[in-house]
């Protein structure tokens, strides 16, 4: 078939000249079917890709996002398992048997371990246990006793009696001490006291310093050393007691055992007056200055401190004793002056 050719000559305008175009290149030819088929199915998987890869794309960033808040969980998560728990104290003394919950059981404990904040510490029959908090601050527990060491400055009794021995308050620092009970809270203005609850009855004794006591059904109130005050079903009863008293002799055993080697007789004899609650008097002036030069060297023990002071100075030429008013008497040894 002829070719057919346009011979007449384009026309000057645009619109014409697009027409005259159209008719030159004639009438456009269907593509076979096959390439139809071919062409269509390729763009529809090209198509199919693209939404395809778009939805993993929006899949990827989910599961992406959803990776890293399960992974920021698990490392909190992770963090607060490995954090170390607050020290609250650590045993320093053990008369008898000792418990400590962890992991909700109770375990026996047999000598120094330290204790963190959360704890709790349990005693029983014929078993004290003495305890150092932060500051060097003295928590002892008596026989059948349980306490909740909610930090190194709070201190929950659960049952049973403890003492408080917060050192020297015008040489030592150390945070204020809490004593809490279902009946009331006891703080300590650097202090000697115990505290002691049994079958609802909160009872405070002050051997040294100030206390202050809130009861949980009463008016707030405050001790002084000499004060016991026991609170019943918001009844208030004041007793005196004694820093001398024997009631008060259970802490000995269990208190923190100061190393005295290197140290002057003084130094010891400070010990034993704090402790036992007697005056130390010397038999003459000069020996003061004796017990503050004459050195001693070894280790006290388990000893209690009136044991302890009588091994001591027999190593020395000084002796204690005990005169009847309670009043500790250092003289010269084999001396009789009273």
């Known amino acids: 078939m002829p070719e057919y050719t346009d011979h007449r000559d384009p026309p000057a305008d645009d619109a014409d000249l697009v027409a005259h175009l159209m008719r030159a290149a004639g009438r456009r030819i269907e593509p076979p079917a096959t390439a139809y088929g071919r062409v269509l199915g390729a763009a529809t998987a090209t198509w199919e890709r693209k939404v395809r890869r778009r939805r993993l794309l929006r899949v990827s960033a989910a599961a992406a996002a959803s990776i890293a808040v399960v992974s920021a969980v698990v490392a909190l998560l992770t963090n607060l398992h490995l954090a170390p728990v607050a020290l609250a104290g650590h045993v320093d003394r053990v008369i008898g048997e000792c418990e400590i919950r ?112 809130d009861p949980s059904d009463a008016a707030a109130l405050g001790a002084v050393a000499g004060d016991d005050v026991t609170i019943r079903a918001g009844a208030i009863e004041r007793q005196r007691i004694a820093a001398t008293d024997a009631e008060w002799q259970w802490t000995q055993a269990i208190a923190p055992k100061p190393d005295i080697n290197g140290r002057p007789v003084s130094f010891l004899l400070d010990w034993v007056a704090r402790e036992t609650g007697k005056e130390v008097r010397f038999a003459e002036p ?50 009789q002056q009273r």
């Open 102 to 213: 962890r992991d909700n059981d109770w375990t026996t404990v047999a000598g120094a371990v330290d204790l963190g904040a959360g704890e709790r510490i349990r005693t029983h029959a014929e078993s004290r246990v003495g305890i150092l908090l932060a500051g060097e601050v003295s928590l002892r527990l008596a026989e059948r006793t349980e306490v909740l060491l909610e930090s190194a400055g709070r201190v929950r009794v659960l049952a049973g009696k403890i003492y408080i021995d917060t050192g020297d308050s015008a040489a030592s620092v150390h945070p204020r001490i809490e004593v809490v009970t279902p009946a009331g809270v006891a703080a300590d203005y650097g202090t000697q006291f115990e505290v002691r609850y049994v079958e609802g009855a909160f009872r405070v004794r002050v051997r040294e310093g100030r206390v202050s006591i």
């Open 286 to 335: 000069e020996l003061v200055r004796k017990a503050n030069t004459t050195i001693l060297h070894g280790d006290i023990g388990d000893l209690e401190p009136l044991d302890a002071l009588a091994l001591m100075l027999a190593t020395t030429d000084l002796e204690h004793a005990i005169l009847d008013d309670g009043t500790i008497l250092i003289r010269l040894r084999d001396s």
